[in-house]
Structures are given as structure tokens and as C-alpha cells.
């Protein structure tokens, strides 16, 4: 599954986009569970959302390696 990133999340991941395997996170939740052990600053952000195919999605839907998923940082504005 690749999981793209936006953001600080990109510094975070070193990278634009990440691949893991779908055996590591079948649901949001698990997903930022697996995400937030690989990478521990993910934590120190005030919070992050997590887009599955281009809408915000809660903890408990279900994700499969078909999804496009994206990590979007907290966003401020002025």
C-alpha cells in the first residue's frame, strides 16, 4: 500500500510517499498505530489526519492496498 505524505509528515517520512505492507494496518487505526511506531515523531504533531481515496476518514474505516492514502499534517492559515 503507499501511503503519501504532505507536509511536515514528508521531512517526517524522509520521503513523499511510503510503501508498507497491508498485512502491517487493514483500518485507519491500525494504520496510525504501525505509522506512529515506525515513526515516532508522528506523535509530537498536534494532530494528523488521514485521507483515504480523497476524503477524511475516521479511525475505524478499512483500508486495502487499492486505497490511495494520504497523511495530512494540521494545517494553519491566517
Same mark, same amino acid.
Given at each position: 500500500?503507499? =501511503?503519501?505524505? *504532505?507536509?511536515? =509528515?514528508?521531512?517526517?517520512?524522509? /520521503?513523499?510517499?511510503?510503501?508498507?505492507?497491508?498485512?502491517?494496518?487493514?483500518? %485507519?487505526?491500525?494504520?496510525?498505530? *504501525?505509522?506512529?511506531?515506525? *515513526? &515516532?515523531?508522528?506523535?509530537?504533531? @498536534?494532530?494528523?489526519? =488521514?485521507? %483515504?481515496? /480523497?476524503?477524511?476518514?475516521?479511525? /475505524?474505516?478499512?483500508?486495502?492496498?487499492?486505497?490511495?492514502? @494520504?497523511?495530512? &499534517? &494540521? %494545517?494553519?492559515?491566517?
Amino acid at each position: 500500500m503507499i =501511503v503519501l505524505a *504532505f507536509g511536515i =509528515v514528508k521531512e517526517i517520512f524522509q /520521503n513523499s510517499a511510503i510503501e508498507i505492507d497491508t498485512k502491517e494496518a487493514s483500518s %485507519v487505526d491500525e494504520l496510525k498505530l *504501525f505509522l506512529e511506531t515506525k *515513526f &515516532p515523531r508522528l506523535k509530537e504533531l @498536534a494532530s494528523y489526519m =488521514v485521507a %483515504v481515496n /480523497n476524503e477524511y476518514a475516521s479511525t /475505524n474505516v478499512d483500508i486495502s492496498d487499492k486505497d490511495e492514502i @494520504a497523511i495530512i &499534517p &494540521p %494545517v494553519s492559515g491566517g
